[in-house]
Nanobody, 119 residues
């Protein structure tokens, strides 16, 4: 089992920055990929960024150049640095973890943190 707890959301003006954190606990050794997804009102949940256990990152086109995903050296916390925020970035941001196939390819979600960007 993996538990995920997000923090760092809030209200920010357009053009501003926020940093989200996701603390993982439990069977951390089983995690292959961690990432952030978001869901805006009335829309489907979408990928924002992911980082693998080896450090490979992937970003949605809409956030490339503005957002940066990173992990601490112990691989227990994932961060999402969000710069040049736009009103369309407003959403609930969810942390996600996927275990390797060795551990069943399980998917875990945090409860989410709300990011609101004003115009």
């Amino acid at each position: 089992q993996v538990q995920l707890v997000e923090s760092g959301g809030g209200l920010v003006q357009g053009g501003g920055s926020l940093r989200l954190s996701c603390a993982a606990s439990g069977s951390i050794f089983s995690i292959a990929v961690m990432g952030w997804y978001r869901q805006a009102p009335g829309k489907q949940r979408e990928l924002v960024a992911t980082v693998t256990s080896s450090g490979t990152t992937n970003y949605a086109d809409s956030v490339k150049g503005r957002f940066t995903i990173s992990r601490d050296k112990f691989k227990t916390t994932v961060y999402l640095q969000m710069n040049s925020l736009k009103p369309e970035d407003t959403a609930v941001y969810y942390c996600n973890a996927r275990t390797s196939s060795t551990f069943g390819g399980m998917v875990y979600w945090g409860k989410g943190t709300l990011v609101t960007v004003s115009s």
